[in-house]
């Protein structure tokens, strides 16, 4: 049975992001069985009848948020407990995980739905860290939205508890896990190999890895760092870097992302623009671990490049919140901090990178992040009856500098309505925050993982 139809009309503006980055004042849009049919100014559409129509007069409608990084699965329940100054958390990230059961891990990833939906992601790519996928694709299931995962494997020694296994067996669990999983929810998921990173990874599981990706056309991601200590470290091992290390086992191509990517140098910008690989980058984990993304992130050099960069917000306990607006913003403003130049990253190029750009990085581009007749319907409604929205000119410089998440009135995927006026349907809320407080709780007990949950007196 064809879905219901979907008119959102009289929008104040379409921000389509579609080839000519065509921003439609007063404009409307068909969505006919999940699918975008008509695009354009309302009273071209006037005539038009659906089975539901959104007023959307107040409304700033974009293409869906992309996530190209987003560890959903382990962290919304220990949220906040690593002090901000105590350096890298990973030992216990990764302990955390390993402690999970299936309950908490599907609680967990219900409220990264909640948050992830509500602040207008309609895709993201959790890099192989969902311990339970079947407990996990009912939450999936129930909240509509688009995901990408995979099998999180290595196969060498790593200084955190990963999941290791011998090379043949990690490949072997890659192929399955694909096989099983590509195409479910109707074709909003997707199964990709995903070997956690270089250094924890034989060059033969790479190159395996790469080639089941290829077989089953579909693909692969995986943390991915370099700098003038990693080249020295690479150079002692003959090859020159990390990235062209990846190239010389000819684990890069267009169909590889790779996560993160601070420290590359030029050469290494020529080595992902010239395979075709793209990049997620987190720029809000970047800023708050310190990272160095100014120095380090070559954000501007690779998108000049014509590489297509996804945004990603890492983890609830890196970047602390899902919300692609704020890492827009995030993105928009540090480079021109850093490099002491306003012309980095301007509003536009913040927001190609959450839609069309991230889309595209994250193999989807042929589907969504665009407003385009034959596109997927994923679309988010903004509503600019708030304060942080006055006065209106820009709609993409109010989008990126103004505003965050907390706007997003309705959220549309596959042309049904996820978040419909502020609200989700799939779970009870304050139910759910319960429970998830109450899982960190036991978490901490358990692992004796904990820290002062203040530096003030709590009384
Ligand atoms: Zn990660």
Redesign the pocket.
């Known amino acids: 049975m064809p879905q219901p139809s979907l008119k959102i009309d009289r929008a104040r503006y379409l921000l389509t992001v579609d080839g000519q980055r065509r921003i439609i004042r007063d404009g409307s849009i068909l969505v006919e069985d999940g699918r975008i049919t008509r695009v354009g100014k309302a009273d071209e559409l006037a005539s038009v009848r659906a089975d539901r129509v959104i007023d959307a007069r107040h409304l700033v409608v974009t293409p869906g948020f992309c996530n190209g990084?987003m560890?959903i699965s382990y962290a919304h329940p220990v949220r906040g407990i690593f002090p901000d100054d105590q350096g890298s958390p990973l030992k216990h990230v990764f302990a955390l995980q390993a402690a999970m059961t299936e309950d908490e891990e599907y609680h967990a990833t219900l409220l990264g739905l909640v948050e992830l939906l509500r602040n207008g992601t309609v895709c993201f790519l959790d890099?192989g860290?969902t311990k339970f996928p079947d407990a996990c694709l009912q939450a999936y299931t129930d909240a509509g939205i688009r995901v990408i995962m995979g099998d999180g494997v290595t196969d060498r020694e790593a200084p955190w508890p990963l999941a290791r296994y011998d090379t043949a067996e990690a490949v072997r669990r890659t192929s399955a896990f694909i096989d099983k999983w590509h195409g479910k929810l109707e074709g909003r998921l997707r199964a990709w190999a995903m070997p956690f990173s270089p250094e924890t990874c034989s060059p033969e599981l790479l190159q395996a890895l790469k080639r089941v990706a290829d077989e089953r056309r579909t693909g692969l991601t995986l943390?991915h760092g370099s700098g003038d200590q990693a080249r020295k470290e690479y150079q002692a091992r003959g090859a020159k870097s990390p990235t062209q290390y990846l190239e010389s086992l000819g684990v890069l191509g267009p169909n590889v992302l790779l996560?993160?990517a601070l420290g590359i140098d030029d050469a290494e910008v020529d080595c992902v623009a010239r395979t075709g690989a793209s990049v997620a980058m987190c720029p809000v984990t970047a800023a708050k671990g310190a990272r160095g993304a100014g120095s380090l992130g070559r954000m501007p050099e690779l998108l000049a490049r014509g590489v297509s960069v996804a945004l990603g917000c890492?983890?609830p306990n890196n970047s602390n919140h899902l919300d692609l607006v704020r890492a827009m913003n995030m993105a928009a403003i540090q480079y021109k901090d850093a490099r002491q130049d306003m012309t980095q990253i301007p509003a536009e190029k913040a927001l190609e990178m959450a839609t069309r750009v991230g889309a595209t990085a994250m193999g989807v581009g042929d589907q969504i992040g665009s407003i385009e007749p034959g596109k997927r319907a994923d679309l988010v409604c903004f509503d600019t009856q708030r304060p942080e929205w006055q006065a209106l000119w820009n709609p993409v410089s109010n989008l990126v500098y103004n505003t965050d998440g907390r706007s997003i009135h309705t959220v549309v995927v596959d042309g049904r309505v996820v978040v419909d006026g502020y609200r989700q349907a799939f779970v009870d809320e304050p139910r759910l925050y319960a429970k998830v407080q109450e899982i960190g709780e036991q978490l901490q007990a358990r692992t004796g993982i904990t820290f002062p949950h203040s530096r003030w007196p709590v009384v």
């Open positions: 990084h560890h890099p860290s943390h996560a993160h890492d983890s």
